[in-house]
């Protein structure tokens, strides 16, 4: 089992940045992909950025340029920084860890980006 816990939102003017952190439970070497997702008022949640246990990264075509997924195994820890942010960027971003064939989600941290 794993529990992931995100940090780092807030309230931010468009073309700031903002750096979330996602701290899991166990060491991040054993879980094979770790995620970051996000939901908008009225939207599905969708793939924002994604890393794999060997740092092999995958990122949205929305977010590509302007967020960069990272991870820091000694603090099994994964990070999302959030730069040139745009209002469209405004949802809660949720973590997600792939742990023996199971997916296993945090509870979301928001992020507002004002214009």
């Known amino acids: 089992q794993v529990q992931l816990v995100e940090s780092g939102g807030g309230l931010v003017q468009a073309g700031g940045s903002l750096r979330l952190s996602c701290a899991a439970s166990r060491s991040i070497r054993a879980i094979n992909n770790m995620s970051w997702y996000r939901q908008a008022p009225g939207k599905q949640r969708e793939l924002v950025a994604a890393i794999s246990n060997i740092g092999t990264t995958n990122d949205a075509d929305s977010v590509k340029g302007r967020f960069i997924i990272s991870r820091e195994n000694a603090k099994n820890t994964v990070y999302l920084q959030m730069n040139s942010l745009k209002p469209e960027d405004t949802a809660v971003y949720y973590c997600?860890?792939?742990?023996?064939?199971?997916?296993?989600w945090g509870q979301g941290t928001q992020v507002t980006v004002s214009s």
């Open positions: 997600k860890g792939d742990y023996n064939a199971r997916d296993y």
